[in-house]
């Protein structure tokens, strides 16, 4: 089993909707969870932290669920200059991130 | 004013050849890593170099050598280059005090032909 575990998608949705993606994690000692997001052939960039009470960053949700062991991202109103890859990332102790594969999001006019 | 960068951006050679990859930071950042993704896309870490002590994946071959000079620079060599190497590699930095994230490099893209 992977240790972090995403839909690869794609997900292809209209301009306006709201959109929601999910990753699982193996690890039950991991410590701190981002959102990253990768557009094509470009590096990925941090696109925000996950709390466990939540958070939210203008038109981006973050939830995280320790119980189950899950992370979710909610998109509402999609833009054009969303699509791009969006990546679960989890950081166990030793100070590296562990990646999933990624969930592609194409938003279409 | 780039804060990691890495050279060059687009590799393309022979198997069985000796590559090099550079990577600098001017961030301050005390951590620098070296990750490399494949064709399906998943971003795999390969080495962490942390004040002179270095973390080794262990399912890298030992044909991978990253060196390291100095705090700002972490440089990854390849001997005898195959087939499979061919993959983007990235360089990354953080700072160790804080599981922020990571600042990544724009990537190198090796085509081992």
């Known amino acids: 089993r992977k240790e972090v575990e995403q839909d690869p998608g794609p997900f292809n949705v209209p301009e306006g909707a709201t959109v929601a993606f999910n990753c699982t994690y193996s690890n039950s000692a991991s410590q701190s969870f981002f959102w990253y997001r990768q557009d094509c052939r470009k590096e990925p960039k941090l696109l925000m932290s996950?709390?466990?009470s939540g958070n939210e960053d203008g038109r981006f949700t973050a939830q995280l669920n320790r119980a189950s062991q899950y992370i979710s991202l909610l998109i509402r109103d999609s833009k054009l200059s969303d699509s791009a890859t969006y990546l679960c990332v989890v950081y166990n102790a030793g100070n590296m991130l562990t990646f999933g594969g990624g969930t592609r999001l194409m938003v279409k006019p | 004013d780039t804060a990691v960068s890495q050279t060059p951006k687009y590799l393309v050679t022979q198997m069985g050849n000796d590559k090099s990859i550079k990577c600098e930071q001017n961030?301050?950042?005390?951590?620098m890593y070296w990750y490399k993704q494949d064709s399906k896309k998943f971003l795999k870490i390969m080495f962490s170099?942390?004040?002179?002590?270095?973390?080794i994946n262990e399912t890298v071959p030992n044909r991978f050598s990253p060196k390291s000079p100095d705090k700002a620079h972490l440089n990854l060599h390849i001997n005898s280059l195959e087939l499979g190497d061919s993959a983007v590699y990235f360089c990354?930095?953080?700072?160790?005090?804080?599981?922020?994230?990571?600042?990544f490099g724009s990537g190198t893209r090796l085509t081992v032909v």
């Open positions: 990354a930095s953080s700072q160790d005090t804080t599981p922020r994230g990571y600042t």
């Open positions: 996950v709390y466990s």
């Open positions: 170099y942390n004040n002179k002590e270095l973390i």
């Open positions: 961030l301050g950042h005390d951590t």
